[in-house]
């Protein structure tokens, strides 16, 4: 069996499904989770779902994944914008990494326009809602399919 593919979620998303439905849609975490572990297990494979709002536990978790996880899928929130600490972690996790955001965040506001997180990922799925996850760990599955 192979390793899980960790699905990391940033500060203020437990909100989910609960405040800006107009921007995030009406799913809440834990239905994107049970999204994120069928759309696994239909490839056979696994997630580690968790959510964070602080910054140190999301780095913490990114190290663990270089010996327990077979990729990252990070939706790092606002943190995507501010964090050099999450891409200096991501760029040392040696496993493939895919940015998921539930809004597109290059058609808001002009400071959503930067991630540091981009540098540091294979690619980035993002304005599709609660299925930007789901195409995630797809992408993620695909890109680490056991030989
Ligand atoms: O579109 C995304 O997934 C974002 O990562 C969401 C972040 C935002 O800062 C990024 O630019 C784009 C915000 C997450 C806040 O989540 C909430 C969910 C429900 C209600 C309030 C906040």
Redesign the pocket.
């Known amino acids: 069996m192979s390793k899980p593919i960790y699905v990391l979620s940033?500060?203020?998303?437990n909100?989910?499904?609960?405040?800006?439905p107009e921007?995030?849609g009406h799913q809440t975490l834990d239905d994107v989770k049970r999204l994120c572990e069928a759309r696994a297990a239909a490839l056979g494979r696994s997630v580690v779902f968790r959510q964070s709002n602080h910054e140190g536990e999301l780095i913490d978790w990114i190290q663990e994944a270089r010996t327990e996880a077979s990729a990252v899928v990070i939706?790092?929130?606002?943190y995507?914008?501010t964090s050099v600490a999450i891409l200096d972690a991501l760029k040392a996790v040696g496993v493939p990494v895919i940015e998921?955001?539930?809004?597109?965040?290059a058609s808001?506001e002009a400071f959503?326009r930067k991630t540091y997180v981009s540098l540091a990922a294979t690619g980035l799925v993002?304005g599709f809602g609660a299925a930007?996850y789901e195409l995630a760990v797809e992408a993620a599955a695909g890109l680490t399919r056991p030989a």
């Open positions: 940033g500060p203020n998303l909100l989910l499904g609960v405040r800006e921007i995030y939706n790092p929130a606002g995507g914008h998921c955001h539930l809004s597109n965040p808001r959503r993002s930007s």
